[in-house]
Structures are given as C-alpha cells and as structure tokens.
C-alpha cells in the first residue's frame, strides 16, 4: 500500500525528493551532531569516565545484574503463559460461573498499572499483612498477573479465530469437549499465535526493568548504581549508553525471532488459509500491551 | 475509606499530577507519531528509514530506561534547565510516539488502494494525498488501536512516580510517612485508575460504532 500513495517519480518530483531527503539529513545529522557535541563537551568521552569498564569486579557486577534480568525473565514469562492458558480456559469456559471470575479477572489485572501491581504486592503486602515478598518475587508475580492477563485474551482471541468447522467437525466425529480442544483447536490455533505470543514475551523482558523501582538488582539498577559511584567519575552516562545497548539488542532478538515466526505463519499455505480477522484482533491486544511497560 | 478521605489532599495532588501528564503526553505523543507515520511512507529513502530505525529502536527499549536517561542522564549535557515533569513528559512522547506511529501507519494500509491511486490520478502529491485523501480515512480505522495506546500510556506514567515526579503510582510513600496504610492507599490509587480507564474504554467503544465504516 505504502508505495501506491506517490507516483513514480518523474525529474520535477525527483529534485523535490532529493531537497526534502537533503533537508531531513541536515536536520537529522545537525540534532544527533549537537548531542554528540554536548557529549564531548561535557567530558562523557573521556577516559575517566569509561574507566570502569575495565575493572574484572563492575563487569562481573553487570553479568550478575544481566543474569538476574534474565531470570526474572525466565520465571515470569513460564508462570505467565501458565496463567494465561488457565485463564483463557476459564474464560472460554461454557459454564458461566467460571467463565464470568475469568472475565473479571483478566479485565482488572489489565486495567491497572503494572508497576502499581508490583508497589502493592512489595510495599503494600509486606507492610499491612506482613508477608515479606522479596523484590523478586514482587516482580515476577507483578509480570505474571498483567502478562498473564494479556496472554489469556491472546490465547482465547486465536482459539475464536480458527474456522467454526474445525469445532463442528470434531464434535460431529465423537470428541469430548476437552479432547477438542486439546487436540483440534489448541494446535491448529498456537501456530497462528505463535508469533504474537513471542511479541509479547518481549514486553516480559522490557517490564523486567520496573525492578529499578523496588530496588531489585537488575540491569538497571546497577546502571544507575555505578553511574552515581563518585569515585568512578559518576559515569551515569557512559553506563546507561551500555546498558541500553544490552537491553535493545536483547530485546530486538525476541523480536526478529516474533517477525521471523510471522513470515513463517504467512508462508504457510495450511495456516495462511485461517481466517485472519481473530489474528488481527489479538494483534490489536498486543500493540497495546506492548505500549503498556 | 479513612485511608482516603484523611489523604483527599494527597490523592487530589496524585492524581491531578498523573492527568497533567497524560494530557501533555498524550498530545506530544499523538503530533510526533503522526509525523513518523508520514516519514515512513514518504518517497524519500532516508526518512523512510530513519523512521523505521526510531521505532524498532524505541519499541525495543524498556520505558524505565528512556526515563532514567531522562532523569538522570539529560542533567549531564547541561543543554536547558528543565523540571523533572517535562523531562518526564518528554520521556513518555518519545517512547509513545513510536507506537502511535506503527498504528497510524497500520491505519493507512488498511484505506483501500483504489483511493490513493484515484487521487493520483486526478494529479494530487504525495503530501495532498496522504493529508486530504489517506489520513482522514485512517483515522476512523485508527481509533480502537490509538485509544488502546493512549490508555497504556496513562498506566505507563505511574512509571514516572519512580524519577520524583507528583504522580499517583508515587502516593505510597507520602501515606507511610504520614502512618496510613499503605495496602489500602494503594488498592485506592488502583481503583482511581480504574475510574480514569473505564470511561476511556466507553468513549473507545463509542468512536469505533460511530466511525466505523462499512467496507
């Protein structure tokens, strides 16, 4: 569609491209030109500033932080899709006193704040009852509720969006309703969810960083515990372009393999021939869940 | 319920803190996703893909981190003196403009082509196609995705709590220091925001039957 909204362009169009191109460039390289020049201004190249790279204790400080990223990564995302398959279960249910709990459930977890979440299972849990969660869990059970939440819509929207024949179908050779859904539904429907469910594991990893506000050790965290290290030269920024790198190139990982499962989706001429609308829906979730960190 | 009424000062503040801020972003955040959108359908090679490089960049990049360089980081290069509310409103734009513009653009695939290639044919550029022609069709397909972004936006700047600014995800500590519980305080800012959401999600609901059009 993109490319059918100009002409090819004719000699005329052509010097307007190149005047636009040629002013978004001068433009561009004169903000990025002028961050870089307040860089170096301010001494964020020197080498006293990049001094603590070197020291064996800071880079096995960083892994340790990378690796408690990753496990509170690891945990939330496997208790997240098991919430979420039990509680799109619940809200698939025929039964209305499951299916309505579910309903509410999966709304309200998504209607408030993540981070609030976690304010009330670490300050509010520990405080008023008396119940000490640790930072870790805090967060893990703050990502698990919301993403779980999330993916329960993800799970329920692929499930509707398979072909009515598919169910019918089975019903009609005999299935028992758990059989269908185990083994009619649920593999048919995956695939076509698979990319979209690995979206959303990115925003598993992203939210990991809320751990910086309740002091969980993380990446983060001790980006911004180095950067205040006076007597590192408190390199706040040199640690932050470091750990952003981190952050990015993990989390475009995810989602390169998300865009390589969509391809393979789309190629497929078994699951390209579904009905794409519940896909569309579900992507609509995910958008605004992604957005939401 | 003493927990709220005792604090209405408190909460009043929070709250209002966390409006100003999503109105603000909200606006910024509209502006530059539109003119992202633009740049990543524009014959020219090299907005094209600076766009596409700013949101896979941005929407790659955890919200708390494009918040602690805000906070922390921007200080350092001693450009302007800002308040930690505009850093933090700047923050929130930059982080969700790059999601509104994956949605408005997602909304200008979705105009039939037959329009786009009409207007061409009666001889509009590129820019007369796109704002008189393209986009006001989009924006009826965009509503559902775009209020979806805006209301993560709203939860998004509990975020800005964490970098002191008067917020409502921040309540929790003012009610400690003052002795109140702060389970209950914080059940309340959740049932505010609820409050603050639902009536998004109604309006969204409204918009989408309204403008929907039959295609």
């Known amino acids: 569609m993109t490319a059918v909204l100009y002409d090819i362009p004719g000699p005329k169009a052509r010097a307007r491209n190149a005047g636009t191109g040629l002013l978004g460039v001068v433009l561009l390289v004169a903000l990025i030109g002028y961050v870089l020049y307040r860089l170096l201004v301010t001494g964020q190249f020197s080498a006293r500033e990049w001094e603590w790279i070197q020291y064996s204790a800071i880079q096995r400080l960083l892994l340790n932080s990378l690796l408690a990223t990753l496990e509170a990564f690891g945990v939330a995302a496997v208790l997240a899709l098991a919430l979420g398959a039990v509680l799109a279960a619940g809200r698939l249910s025929e039964h209305r006193w499951i299916s309505r709990p579910a309903t509410v459930v999966v709304e309200f977890f998504r209607a408030i704040p993540l981070l609030v979440l976690i304010f009330i299972l670490f300050y509010g849990v520990s405080r008023s009852l008396n119940y000490n969660f640790s930072a870790f869990w805090a967060l893990v059970f703050g990502l698990m509720l919301y993403n779980g939440s999330v993916l329960a819509e993800i799970f329920r929207a692929g499930v509707l969006a398979l072909p009515k024949g598919q169910r019918e179908a089975a019903y009609a050779l005999g299935m028992r309703k758990a059989q269908v859904m185990t083994n009619v539904l649920l593999p048919q429907s995956l695939r076509l969810m698979l990319p979209t469910i690995v979206s959303q594991l990115v925003v598993v990893l992203k939210d990991t960083a809320l751990g910086f506000l309740i002091q969980y050790p993380e990446l983060l965290y001790q980006a911004r515990y180095l950067g205040g290290q006076g007597q590192l030269g408190s390199p706040i920024l040199p640690v932050a372009m470091v750990v952003a790198v981190i952050y990015i190139a993990m989390c475009l990982l995810l989602s390169m393999l998300a865009n390589y499962l969509e391809r393979r989706t789309r190629r497929n001429p078994k699951i390209g021939a579904l009905d794409p609308a519940g896909k569309a829906d579900a992507e609509g979730e995910v958008v605004a869940a992604q957005s939401t960190d | 319920m003493n927990v709220l009424l005792d604090n209405l000062d408190l909460f009043g503040q929070a709250f209002l803190g966390t409006i100003k801020l999503f109105i603000v972003a909200a ?161 309340w800012v959740a049932v505010g925001f609820l409050i603050l959401v639902i009536p998004l999600t109604l309006l969204q609901r409204r918009l989408d039957q309204r403008w929907s059009v039959a295609r």
Request: glycine share 8%; net charge positive; with cysteine.
């Open chain 2, 27 to 187: 606006i910024g955040s509209l502006i530059g996703g539109t003119i992202l959108a633009g740049m990543r359908v524009s014959p020219v090679p090299i907005l094209r893909a600076f766009g596409t490089a700013y949101v896979n960049t941005v929407r790659n990049t955890p919200l708390t981190l494009v918040l602690l360089l805000f906070a922390f980081a921007y200080p350092r290069l001693e450009i302007a003196d800002l308040s930690f509310f505009t850093r933090a409103c700047l923050g929130l734009i930059v982080y969700t403009s790059a999601f509104v513009c994956e949605v408005v653009r997602s909304g200008i695939n979705t105009v039939p082509v037959g329009q786009a290639e009409a207007s061409r044919a009666l001889g509009f550029t590129f820019n007369q196609t796109l704002s008189s022609i393209v986009l006001p069709q989009a924006v009826r397909a965009v509503v559902p995705p775009l209020t979806n972004i805006e209301i993560a936006l709203l939860k998004n700047t509990t975020i800005a709590a964490g970098f002191s600014v008067i917020e409502a995800g921040g309540v929790y500590s003012a009610l400690a220091e003052r002795g109140y519980s702060v389970l209950v305080g914080l059940l």
